[in-house]
């Protein structure tokens, strides 16, 4: 992210950088998009949790040596994991620490760990690699770190997929944000705009989803026409906050389902992928108050399929 944003009347984009990291390439990939995001000035605290291998392992199944010798390999992971970020990510115009988290003795699970170290930090906005296993901890568990840091976090959160094939080694080109007729949605969508520069291609779409319509009471033609009417309103707010940022190359569409088998998760990753998107911005919550709008469809359900870098703002704690 480059200081030219301001120029355009772009708010100021966040300050306080927290980056979960380990050994994975998931959190190489998060590192060197971050690296062309970050602003100038920005405080940037590299993290990495060890987790606490007594934790893992039944009590008694293993001797105090070997768990003893567990925990030196864990810590040692994650001191050369923030090493190798803060290499990856040195900038000469911005601040950097970083810190190795000891689940040995602080207690706990990565999740809270990372959602604690983000609180007590007072991060605005929280940088994680999608399918994250924290070092010797993937040879006991298979899992990700990044979907439950989805529900949970009070800060914005962005979601870089290790398998993505978007390129990562530059400021995203083409950004997509997706609407929902929310305030969230518009303020995600003002985040995502000061992590471009004013030359991004942009683009705004509404999903209208058809396929819920099938188990409602209303007309289907009355129903999609408020769906319709709402996308518009949506969008033409989205295009004061552009306009007002003075951002060119925007576009914005309301966009439809399939009448079956589909949904609105599945919809803004089809369109992200045919406009060949550098990056998702949406909102965690909608207006609808409907369970495909709450955390953990939509927004969950992006974040898990997604191969495209994800920006997720969701309400303040």
Known sequence: MKDENTSHGAPTG???ILIA?????????ALEFARHIVPARANVRIVSVAENPRTLIPTGSLPSSVLDKARD????????????????LARGDVQLETDVIDLAKHRGDVIHALLDCAGRWHADLLIVGARECYG????????TVSEPLVQLSHCPILVVPARGENP?????GRIL??????????????????LVSPRAELRAVYVVDRAAQLVDTVPVDALEGAFIKQGEQALTAAKAVLEHVGAGRATAEVISTAWTRDDVAHAILREAQKWKADL????????????????????????????TPLLLVGPPQ
């Open 21 to 29: 990291t380990d050994l994975s390439d998931a959190s190489k990939q």
């Open 14 to 16: 966040p300050q306080r």
């Open 177 to 194: 944000f997706a609407l929902d007729g929310s305030d969230l949605a518009l303020q995600a969508l003002r985040l995502g705009l000061t």
């Open 136 to 143: 010797w901890l993937s040879r006991w568990i298979e899992g």
């Open 73 to 88: 390999e864990l810590l040692r992971d994650a001191t050369d994991a923030v090493k190798q970020g803060y290499e990856q």
């Open 168 to 172: 990562v080694d530059r400021a995203p």
């Open 280 to 307: 998702i911005v949406m909102g965690t919550h909608g207006r609808r108050g409907i369970a495909r709008w709450l955390l953990g469809s939509v927004a969950g359900r992006v974040a898990r399929a997604t191969e």
